[in-house]
C-alpha cells in the first residue's frame, strides 16, 4: 500500500439531499446518470483533483451505498475518504462534515454532489485561492436579463453586471469556517450556500471563474443534460470514399517504355516527369482524390526533384504511406487504359500483380480499351488512363 501523505485541503462532499424535485425514489446522490450515480461522477471529479481528505456527508440509511461508492471512486487514495450521516438540513449536514475533520487541516471545501460534473481544475483552482481570512467561491456571470417584480408586475430591470451565479466547490479557511457555522447553528440562522454563513460572520468572500459543467442537477432537465454530457459521441459508420484519377502520356521519352508497373522492351517510351507510367499516376491521383489528400502534382511534380525518373511502383508505395499515415486504407483499384500499344492482354494478371504489390496487396484490375482509330490514342500519339478507387477510414489488415 502507498503511503500518502496527510494533506492540510479537505472537501465535504454534501450529498444528503432527498433530491424530491428530481422526482426519483432515492435520493439524489444515488441517482442514475449513466450506469454511475450522480454522486460516482462528483467522487470521480474530486479524486481526479489534488489530495485531500474526502467526507461524505450521506442521508441517513445510506451509509453503506456510499460507501461503497467512495471505495469504486477513490482507487489508491481510499485511506482519505470517510462516510458521515448528515443531519435534517444543509447546514446540520455540513456541520457533521466539519466535525469529522482531521486536526491538519487548514483548508476546507464545501461542495455539492448534485453538481456532479464538476471539473477537478475547478476543484484546484478554489482550493489555491483560499487564504488565511478570506473565503473563495467559483460563479459564472449572469447573462440572462433580469427583472425585479412584485406579484404579476415587472418593477424594474436588475443589473446583471453586478450578479454571478455561485458553484461549489466553496473554499474557506477551516478556523473561521468553523467559527462561522458554530454562530449561525447558535443563532438558528439559516443561509443558501456556506459563503452566505462565512459573510455572516464578517469574513471577505472573494470568486474565481467557475465552468458550465459544474450545473447543479434539481430537476429532471438537469439530469438529462447531464445524461447527454457522458453519453459516448456515437461512432460514425466507417463510409467508403471514391476517387477518380485520370493520366494522359504522349510517345517521345527515352528508353524503353513503363507502364502499369511493368517494362515493355522495344516499346517507345512515354514522355514525363518521371517514367511516365500513365497507369500507376492516374492510380496516385485516385487514391489522393479519394482521401482527400491532394492530388499527384502537389506529392510528387516538379517541386520534388527527387521524384525525377521515379517509377511507377515508387509512386504507388509512397501513396500508400500517405493515406496510412492519415487514417485510410485502399479497398480497391479499377483502371482502364485506352492505347493501340502495347498489347496488353497478354500481361493483365502479371500488371496487376506488380501494381497490388507496390500497394500493400491491395486489389488492382485493369481493362484495356483500344479507340477504332479515334482520337490521339487512336492514332497512337499516346496512352489514356482512368482510374477509380476506393479507400475506407481506418486501418485494415491487408
Do not use: C
Amino acid at each position: 500500500m502507498t503511503l500518502l501523505p496527510v494533506p492540510t485541503t479537505a472537501i465535504i462532499v454534501v450529498a444528503a439531499g432527498s433530491g424530491t424535485r428530481l422526482g426519483a425514489s432515492a435520493p439524489k446522490a444515488f441517482v442514475g446518470i449513466d450506469e454511475r450515480s450522480v454522486l460516482r461522477h462528483a467522487l470521480d471529479g474530486v479524486f481526479a483533483a489534488s489530495p485531500a481528505q474526502v467526507i461524505i456527508v450521506a442521508p441517513a440509511g445510506h451509509e453503506g451505498d456510499a460507501e461503497s461508492e467512495l471505495r469504486a471512486a477513490a482507487g489508491d487514495r481510499l485511506d482519505l475518504g470517510r462516510v458521515v450521516v448528515g443531519g435534517g438540513t444543509r447546514q446540520e449536514s455540513v456541520a457533521a462534515g466539519l466535525r469529522a475533520l482531521w486536526g491538519d487541516i487548514t483548508t476546507v471545501l464545501v461542495h455539492d454532489a448534485a453538481r456532479a460534473l464538476t471539473p477537478p481544475e475547478q476543484i484546484d483552482t478554489v482550493a489555491a485561492a483560499v487564504t488565511a481570512t478570506t473565503g473563495v467561491i467559483p460563479a459564472l456571470p449572469v447573462v440572462n436579463t433580469l427583472k425585479r417584480v412584485a406579484g404579476d408586475d415587472v418593477v424594474e430591470a436588475v443589473d446583471r453586471a453586478e450578479l454571478v451565479a455561485a458553484q461549489t466547490p466553496q473554499g474557506f479557511p477551516r478556523d473561521l469556517l468553523e467559527s462561522a457555522y458554530a454562530a449561525a447553528l447558535a443563532a438558528g440562522a439559516e443561509y443558501t450556500d456556506d459563503a452566505a454563513v462565512f459573510a455572516a460572520a464578517g469574513h471577505p468572500v472573494t470568486h474565481v471563474p467557475g465552468s458550465p459543467l459544474a450545473f447543479k442537477i434539481t430537476l429532471t432537465a438537469d439530469l438529462d443534460r447531464a445524461r447527454q454530457l457522458v453519453a459516448p459521441a456515437p461512432q460514425r459508420p466507417a463510409i467508403p470514399r471514391v476517387g477518380v484519377g485520370t493520366d494522359v502520356h504522349a510517345y517521345g521519352g527515352d528508353g524503353d517504355l513503363w507502364l502499369a508497373g511493368l517494362e515493355w522492351p522495344g516499346e517507345p517510351a512515354l514522355s514525363g516527369h518521371s517514367d511516365g507510367d500513365a497507369v500507376a499516376h492516374a492510380i496516385v491521383d485516385a487514391l489522393l482524390g479519394a482521401a482527400g489528400l491532394g492530388d499527384i502534382g502537389e506529392h510528387f511534380g516538379t517541386a520534388h526533384p527527387e521524384y525525377a525518373g521515379a517509377h511507377g511502383g515508387v509512386f504507388l508505395a509512397r501513396t500508400r504511406e500517405i493515406l496510412q499515415r492519415s487514417g485510410f486504407t485502399i479497398g480497391n483499384v479499377s483502371v482502364q487504359l485506352q492505347a493501340n500499344r502495347p498489347r496488353f492482354s497478354g500481361r493483365r494478371l502479371e500488371a496487376q500483380s506488380a501494381l497490388s504489390a507496390a500497394l500493400g496487396g491491395a486489389p488492382v484490375s485493369i481493362t484495356a480499351t483500344t479507340t477504332d482509330g479515334l482520337g490521339f490514342t487512336g492514332r497512337g500519339e499516346g496512352v489514356a488512363v482512368t482510374a477509380v478507387a476506393l479507400v475506407l477510414p481506418g486501418t485494415l489488415e491487408q
